[in-house]
């Protein structure tokens, strides 16, 4: 087997509903990710759509697929096609914006969540297969794997809260391989994620889910 493949799924596609993987599944997948990194529900979300995203959107069912994941679904989940009137009805206002803008993929997708006064940006690629990669938070590049063992926190920026997470890590003997620490400003809340080796790290989840001043703990692979 190809070594970029870590199961027969990562070939033949994701269980899902719709007819795209990269439209469907992959968007449902970024939604996820990015309520994860978000760490509650938003009261609003504005959604860019690129290129590819941007032509196909209702067609595909990329709309109802961020939305779904948004509320924390997984792509294969029945309650997907409903998940506009979902939102609605949790009170998450939604609006699609479809853009001419060129992108860095075709399959690109910009959000803008808020709640009360946080506010929060996350791009997203679908880059096939279900696969997708986050590229950009808050204005900072990086490039975030869904596959790839990842820890997400959301604290209060203060002294000590990183380091208390990474020790944990360290203590268990878990590696961690790239992390990236942004925050709304000097002493509101801040996001750590965190890409490691390990996926068996629940102790490590809790220990750090335990942490003073740590508002949430995701992890994802």
Do not use: W
């Not at 595909?60 to 509320?71: R, W, Y």
Request: one cysteine or more; a negative charge.
């Amino acid at each position: 087997m190809n070594p970029r493949f870590h199961s027969v799924f990562d070939i033949i596609g994701p269980v899902m509903v719709g007819p795209s993987s990269s439209h469907t599944a992959g968007a449902c997948r970024i939604g996820k990710v990015v309520r994860s990194i978000f760490g509650e529900q938003p009261d609003s979300v504005d959604i860019y759509l690129y290129e590819s995203f941007a032509k196909t959107y209702r067609g595909h069912g990329t709309d109802i697929a961020l939305v779904g994941g948004l509320l924390g679904m997984e792509p294969d989940d029945s309650r997907l096609a409903d998940s506009l009137k979902l939102a609605h009805e949790a009170q998450m206002e939604v609006l699609f914006v479809p853009t001419k803008e060129k992108a860095e993929h075709p399959n690109q997708v910009k959000m803008i969540l808020t709640k009360g006064d946080r506010k929060m940006s996350v791009t997203g690629l679908s880059i096939g297969g279900g696969n997708i990669q986050i590229s950009e938070l808050n204005g900072f590049k990086l490039s975030l794997s869904y596959g790839v063992p990842t820890i997400v926190t959301v604290h209060q920026d203060m002294p000590g809260i990183v380091a208390k997470a990474t020790q944990i890590l360290s203590e268990a003997g878990v590696n961690i391989g790239t992390m990236t620490v942004t925050r709304e400003a000097k002493g509101e809340k801040a996001i750590m994620i965190m890409e490691i080796d390990e996926r068996d790290v629940a102790p490590c989840i809790a220990e750090i889910t335990a942490l003073p001043d740590v508002f949430s703990v995701n992890f994802f692979y």
